[in-house]
């Protein structure tokens, strides 16, 4: 079954970078386009950044110039390296996948921007 699990999250101070991993296992990785959603306690999840199987890339405005979504389709694999963080960045991201109609998600992992 399709499974995502995210990593690499943790406490930073403002200003700082972490660089978040997420593996997939279960389908062809390659064939898909992959995202990154964050989401705070009482506010929808919300679309970071979206790479297609192509390589071509997408972001939300608070995320451009600062964020750079990337796959390894060898290690089946996307990442999210973050600079700039600052306390807005504050959230649970999660990696995701639409394989036809079906949406799958990662665990999520905490990122907490605080100094």
């Known amino acids: 079954q399709v499974m995502l699990v995210e990593s690499g999250g943790g406490l930073v101070q403002p200003g700082g970078s972490l660089r978040l991993s997420c593996t997939a296992s279960?389908?062809?990785?390659?064939?898909?386009?992959m995202r990154w959603y964050r989401q705070v306690p009482g506010k929808q999840r919300e679309l970071v950044a979206t790479?297609?199987?192509?390589?071509?890339?997408d972001y939300t405005e608070s995320a451009k110039g600062r964020f750079t979504i990337s796959r390894d389709n060898a290690k089946n694999t996307v990442y999210l390296q973050m600079n700039s963080l600052n306390p807005e960045d504050t959230a649970v991201y999660y990696c995701?996948?639409?394989?036809?109609?079906?949406?799958?998600w990662g665990q999520g992992t905490q990122v907490t921007v605080s100094s």
């Open positions: 279960g389908y062809i990785f390659s064939l898909y386009a």
């Open positions: 790479i297609i199987s192509g390589g071509g890339t």
């Open positions: 995701n996948v639409l394989a036809g109609t079906q949406a799958y």
